[in-house]
């Protein structure tokens, strides 16, 4: 049974950084990629960083890009989203989800955790 269980949301002023982690377990697949995702109140969720499964190919949505990093510990029970230079812009509820086997362009990740929430104060 796959669960992901994020952690590290809170309330943080714009300018500041904020790291949040998602733990990983039942998840095997060597192919597939892991992502993180958000969604803002009254809008649609978005993917904003994704990760292959072994930890490589990094990508990230223009509106986070330079700002925050995705990583994936070498025991890959850990995918983490490093947020620096925080804008309120980026509150929202994020999510981490994973999916086997290969990388989905949309929302259909096969596998999802229950949210965590960030809240950036100007």
């Known amino acids: 049974q796959v669960q992901l269980v994020e952690s590290g949301g809170g309330s943080v002023q714009a300018g500041g950084s904020l790291r949040l982690s998602c733990g990983i377990s039942?998840?095997?697949?060597?192919?597939?990629?892991m992502g993180w995702f958000r969604q803002a109140p009254g809008k649609e969720r978005e993917r904003i960083a994704r990760i292959d499964n072994d930890g490589g190919m990094p990508s990230y949505a223009d509106s986070v890009k330079g700002r925050f990093t995705i990583s994936l510990d070498n025991a890959k029970t850990t995918l983490f989203l490093q947020m620096n230079s925080v804008r309120p812009e980026d509150t929202a509820m994020y999510y981490c989800?994973?999916?086997?086997?290969?990388?989905?362009?949309?929302?259909?990740?096969?596998?999802w955790g229950q949210g965590t929430q960030v809240t950036v104060s100007s």
């Open positions: 039942g998840y095997t697949s060597r192919s597939g990629c």
């Open positions: 989800a994973a999916n086997p086997f290969d990388c989905p362009s949309s929302m259909l990740f096969a596998y």
